[in-house]
């Protein structure tokens, strides 16, 4: 799944909520994340506690 904007966000998070789930996001900037995954490896890009 893919969103764009505060607007998308906030009702993603809203809909996660409404479930019953918790949702943390955390944004990895364009310019890094390729140098990330190759020194990491592949990240789970959605998580729900």
Known sequence: MH?????A???LRRFVEALGASLDVVV???ETSDA???QRG???LLATG
């Open 28 to 30: 990895v900037p364009r």
């Open 3 to 7: 969103s764009e904007g505060p607007d």
């Open 9 to 11: 966000s906030s009702a």
């Open 42 to 44: 592949a990240k789970p």
């Open 36 to 38: 990330y995954a190759s």
